[in-house]
């Protein structure tokens, strides 16, 4: 390595030269010089040292680092201008869009790049767009800043570890403080990257209620309330107005940023919400007004809102079984009971329309991987990776698996018998348990994602009708109001802070984070680059002196002793 102190206005530069590996230059030695070797042996140990610097190769690349201001010059050309010149900058929040359209850090990072999550189309177009510069027949190294290595970055799909490590909060969409992201957090994104899936939560949340509320209208154990279907109607009339707008939203999002839909798809927790819309879709069915759906519905509609969950299960059941970065313990997180439950509510849909045998088709599926995933959850495997300490509504998903499997087996075999309350009494043990801990939903702040956990709460208020239809008692007619009037009014509270959040303090769809990570951590990619430096750098041969030295002056003292 060749080290000289270059001045370049007020600068001082460090000449740092390509430095061959010992191997190399050893084979490199013997290739050059075989038949002296074999001839004179000693003859190698007399060889004059420029010899040898003629025979090595001319130097191609060589780079001047500034050891004051952290610019960096490629090729020694230091006349040129100043804008050319590349910040070897990170801040530890985000890349920010780092030396995108040939900018330095600092500017990009206050513009942002949000390009690189849109299709893929898009961003071929634009990454043709780029020129290749290159200079003595070798191609920049910085390429990669230029845009396109950031979109290679973020086309390859995330391993389900790295959600863990970099993410935290109890729907891991919190970025823990020493991990940088692709975006900038000081900046606000286009609202079609802060519209999470998750909000298919708030479609859960009232379809369930319209369900709710037409089993209290036509129930004989609640028909002295004497609830009008109008309830029921204008729950459902709103909920398929929410649909229809989050729906159509979500497909513009999926039309413009479809690598945003990836990452989301690749989250660990986010991938069970891909079941929300068809589960939704067929809450409505069920529980659509009398006056507006006929008695027995037609089997098409079955078919249309159960075949994607059906795809889904297959693909997510398979990680879980193929045992691969993505398998159960390794991803299992309350909202895996999400995946679950399409079952079981497709199992409902099923004996609705007449199709019975689909029906146990589906429960017997769901009903399988509920105790699998219930089993893995409850145990906690020491090989599992670790899931946030703090405590949400997120667990209130425990519920929501058992009491949907009770109302579909109650719908199948058209009665509400042992297996079914069984079920049922899982389901309420489980709703007690989260009743008497209070402190499990407080302390957070809120999230479109607690919608989601609104509809486990309804689905034990209908189990407990139906189970009261069976054991009409002073008990359960009171269980089954209170369970109702609870549910009812969560939904409430939730759709009141969600106006409030929306329109008066705009703070619903704050920056999405979890889409931004990087597929390795920054830092750790940067460690072997500075080893390498240090250990080629005069300051480590300066210490590795300082280390001979003392070294040689404590076995001086030993010997004295």
Not at 428 to 446: D, E
Not at 458 to 482: D, G, H, N, Q, R
Not at 515 to 542: C, E, G, N, Q
Request: proline share 6%; net charge positive.
């Amino acid at each position: 390595m060749n080290v000289g102190s270059n001045s370049v206005g007020n600068n001082h530069l460090v000449d740092i030269n390509e430095v061959l590996h010992e191997e190399e230059e050893d084979h490199n030695e013997e290739n050059s010089n075989i038949s002296t070797i074999d001839d004179k042996p000693d003859m190698r140990f007399n060889r004059p040292t420029k010899n040898r610097e003629i025979k090595r190769p001319p130097r191609k690349f060589s780079r001047q680092v500034s050891l004051e201001t952290g610019f960096s010059v490629l090729n020694g050309e230091t006349s040129k201008d100043k804008n050319e010149r590349k910040i070897l900058g990170r801040s530890g929040k985000s890349f920010g869009g780092f030396g995108v359209n040939g900018t330095n850090g600092i500017e990009a990072r206050n513009k942002g790049d949000f390009n690189m999550f849109r299709t893929k189309s898009t961003i071929a177009r634009q990454s043709s767009k780029i020129p290749l510069r290159k200079e003595s027949g070798i191609e920049l190294q910085n390429n990669n800043a230029k845009g396109g290595g950031l979109d290679d970055h973020v086309k390859k799909s995330v391993p389900a570890g790295r959600y863990f490590d970099a993410l935290t909060g109890p729907e891991l969409d919190q970025v823990k403080d020493s991990e940088d992201i692709l975006l900038p957090k000081d900046e606000k994104w286009p609202f079609l990257l802060r519209f999470p899936i998750g909000c298919f939560g708030i479609c859960l949340g009232l379809s369930s209620q319209a369900i709710l509320w037409r089993s209290l209208a036509l129930s004989p154990v609640t028909k002295f309330l004497h609830v009008p279907l109008f309830i029921n109607f204008a729950i459902w009339l709103l909920a398929v107005g929410v649909l229809v707008a989050v729906f159509i939203t979500y497909m513009f999002k999926c039309a413009l940023y479809f690598e945003a839909i990836k990452r989301e798809y690749f989250h660990p927790v986010r991938v069970n919400f891909f079941c929300a819309p068809w589960i939704v879709c067929m809450f409505l069915a069920i529980g659509a007004p009398p006056k507006t759906a006929p008695g027995t519905l037609h089997p098409a509609i079955w078919c249309v809102f159960m075949a994607p969950i059906f795809f889904l299960n297959l693909k997510i059941y398979g990680q879980w079984l193929s045992g691969g970065k993505r398998r159960l313990c390794k991803v299992a997180n309350p909202s895996s009971h999400l995946s679950v439950i399409g079952n079981f509510v497709g199992a409902i849909l099923a004996a609705k329309v007449g199709w019975k045998e689909p029906g146990k088709f589906l429960w017997s599926i769901g009903f399988a991987h509920y105790l699998v995933v219930f089993v893995t959850l409850y145990q906690r495997l020491p090989t599992s990776e670790a899931l946030p300490k703090e405590l949400h509504p997120v667990y209130s998903m425990f519920i929501a698996t058992p009491a949907a499997a009770s109302l579909a087996w109650g719908a199948i075999y058209d009665e509400f018998d042992g297996l079914a309350r069984t079920c049922y009494f899982i389901s309420l043990f489980l709703y007690l348990s989260l009743v008497v801990r209070p402190n499990f939903f407080t302390g957070f702040k809120f999230s479109v994602a607690w919608w989601s956990y609104t509809f486990p709460m309804t689905t034990v208020s209908i189990a407990t009708i139906k189970y009261a239809e069976e054991v009409p008692s002073f008990i359960t007619k009171a269980l089954a109001l209170a369970l109702s009037f609870m549910s009812t009014t969560m939904v409430c509270i939730l759709f009141v802070s969600t106006l409030l959040h929306a329109f008066v303090w705009k703070t619903l769809f704050p920056n999405d984070l979890a889409i931004a990570i990087t597929k390795k951590r920054y830092s750790k990619d940067k460690k072997p680059l500075m080893k390498s430096w240090i250990k080629h750098s005069p300051l480590s041969f300066v210490t590795s002196i300082g280390k001979h030295n003392s070294g040689d002056k404590e076995c001086a003292s030993e010997e004295e002793k």
